[in-house]
């Protein structure tokens, strides 16, 4: 079954703590996005990467770290630079010519 | 800066009735994507557009886009409660890379 997998679906974090999200792919798609959405709002772009051990930063990269050492993953860090994490964060991939596709998504909360 | 605007982004309607959602923006971008997402959920896509002109319809819900007014527009026809949804488009601001700009969603609610 082709997909994208976000684990875990629900997450929550201390103050001052780093937590990762995880995303993992089977489509062999080259390029993997990261989105956050708040509350009645549409999606920003974070980080995205076109191809292993190279990512861009996106239009909120700030309080965020990515990697892309396998093709098939694309981790999100949310650093405790991050003042306001709490959010529904979703994981995409894409061939760059055909439409984006999401995983479940994640919700982070701040307790 | 690439700016996606959509309205309206609240809409109440019948079931049985027609209505169109606009979206425009602000810089050139021949590829535009539809999505739907259902309260709590993921983006499901919808609809793919790449050129000028582009037209594609799947059930009761017809896209279209034209890239010289820089809109595209999402009409649902004979609505029914089912496509109650929020659906958001999204335009291309890098060829190749897919950075997708989002408008903020139209919240769709069908009565019936």
């Known amino acids: 079954d082709g997909g994208i997998t976000q684990s875990p679906k629900y997450l929550f974090r201390k103050e001052g703590q780093n937590v990762t999200l995880s995303c993992e792919q089977n489509l062999n798609h080259d390029a993997m996005y990261w989105y956050r959405q708040d509350p009645g709002q549409g999606l920003r772009l974070i980080y995205y990467s076109q191809i292993v051990n190279d990512f861009q930063k996106g239009d909120i990269a700030e309080g965020y770290s990515v990697s892309r050492e396998k093709k098939e993953s694309f981790p999100l860090t949310v650093t405790s630079a991050q003042k306001n994490p709490t959010a529904f964060y979703l994981c995409?991939?894409?061939?760059?010519?055909?439409?984006?596709?999401f995983g479940q998504g994640t919700r982070l909360t701040v307790v | 800066e690439l700016k996606v605007e959509q309205n309206p982004l609240f809409l109440s309607m019948q079931e049985g009735k027609n209505y169109t959602i606009y979206c425009n923006y602000s810089?050139?971008?021949?590829?535009l994507y539809w999505y739907r997402q259902d309260p709590g959920k993921s983006l499901e896509s919808l609809f793919v557009l790449l050129s000028n002109g582009a037209v594609k319809q799947e059930g009761r819900l017809m896209a279209s886009l034209d890239t010289k007014a820089r809109l595209s527009t999402l009409h649902i026809t004979a609505a029914v409660h089912d496509l109650s949804a929020t659906y958001f488009c999204?335009?291309?601001?890098?060829?190749?890379?897919?950075?997708?700009?989002f408008g903020q969603g139209t919240r769709l609610t069908i009565n019936p």
């Open positions: 810089t050139t971008s021949d590829r």
């Open positions: 995409a991939t894409g061939t760059g010519w055909t439409e984006a596709f």
């Open positions: 999204a335009v291309d601001g890098a060829q190749g890379a897919q950075k997708l700009v």
